[in-house]
């Protein structure tokens, strides 16, 4: 048995031997990225669908001040697109959720810890945030009951009022709000009655789900600090194959592998690329912790001049 460094390419291109120890170590970086990558993945689909909740937001809000609500049809229309978000949003949360201790624990191979270290962590967030504990009930009452939305409502409020009432400086601002209320809620009786007895007769989901995403947010947080060192030296030991197959070959890297060959034949090999790993960093980089969200808006407001 024989172990190489080479593209897999029909072509004849030169090649260097390696250790078994090398190629398993190559084999292993190469699954630590992977995994990497697929939590950045799976909560990357989570914010994604976070961001498309607050665009309808947005959207129905902006409807309603340039043309009002025509009937019930209307009503139904706002709630319907406000219930597609949420019940979207949920779902990725729980794949999210139930995708995240075996990725992780594939990210830290050494540390037989890890699934019940991640556990730790989401269990942190559920016992200290309300919303995240509410989101978390709510999510298995949309998969068995019913939907989240009960009632949307928006409103208009007049700002920078003065003590004699409106002046130059008044602007007319619209709003959207949306929640569960209790009441439906305990017609469930799979929902959680702990949760219930916290909750208010109508909970505030706009509200709620940024405290969710908050908290899920702090939970990715830690596992990208637990799995840091990890996935960085699995990413040098890559980069490392780049830099010696670099010396003996000028052309381009794509389809740089680690082979097992038993002379004749490759009988397994290990992909060495960059690239989809270069995503992940990307992924990283945009998707910064999300501290202080429950207190973050997004206004159209006109400035003065």
């Given at each position: 048995m024989k172990h190489v460094l080479r593209k897999d390419i029909l072509n004849d291109v030169p090649e260097i031997e390696i250790s078994e120890e090398t190629y398993a170590t190559y084999k292993e970086s190469r699954s630590v990225l992977v995994n990497c990558l697929a939590i950045e993945e799976s909560y990357e689909i989570l914010i994604s669908n976070y961001l498309d909740l607050e665009k309808q937001i947005l959207d129905a809000t902006t409807v309603r001040m340039l043309r009002g609500y025509l009937g019930y049809s209307d009503i139904f229309a706002v709630q319907l697109a406000l219930n597609i978000r949420l019940v979207n949003l949920l779902t990725s949360s729980r794949l999210y959720v139930d995708h995240l201790p075996q990725h992780v624990r594939e990210c830290i191979p050494d540390n037989d810890k890890a699934k019940a270290l991640v556990k730790s962590i989401l269990k942190n967030e559920y016992d200290e945030n309300y919303g995240?504990?509410?989101?978390?009930?709510?999510?298995?009452?949309?998969?068995?009951?019913?939907?989240?939305?009960?009632?949307?409502?928006?409103?208009?409020?007049?700002?920078?009022?003065?003590?004699?009432?409106?002046?130059?400086?008044?602007?007319?601002?619209?709003?959207?709000?949306?929640?569960?209320?209790?009441?439906?809620?305990?017609?469930?009786?799979?929902?959680?009655?702990?949760?219930?007895?916290?909750?208010?007769?109508?909970?505030?989901?706009?509200?709620?789900?940024?405290?969710?995403?908050?908290?899920?947010?702090?939970?990715?947080?830690?596992?990208?600090?637990?799995?840091?060192?990890?996935?960085?030296?699995?990413r040098l030991k890559i980069e490392d194959a780049h830099s010696q197959y670099s010396k003996i070959y000028s052309g381009s890297l794509v389809g740089l592998c680690a082979c097992k060959t038993d002379g004749q034949r490759i009988t397994e090999k290990v992909l060495l690329m960059l690239d989809w790993d270069n995503v992940r960093v990307e992924l990283q980089k945009r998707n910064r912790e999300l501290v202080n969200l429950k207190k973050w808006y997004v206004t159209s407001k006109v400035k003065k001049s």
């Open positions: 995240y504990r509410f989101m978390d009930a709510l999510r298995n009452s949309v998969q068995h009951c019913g939907l989240p939305v009960h009632w949307t409502s928006s409103g208009t409020e007049w700002t920078d009022l003065g003590k004699d009432g409106l002046s130059e400086d008044s602007m007319l601002e619209y709003s959207m709000e949306f929640a569960a209320k209790k009441s439906s809620l305990e017609e469930d009786d799979g929902f959680k009655k702990a949760v219930l007895n916290e909750s208010p007769d109508e909970v505030d989901l706009k509200a709620t789900t940024r405290c969710y995403i908050e908290s899920l947010s702090k939970a990715h947080n830690s596992v990208r600090e637990l799995i840091q060192e990890s996935v960085h030296k699995s």
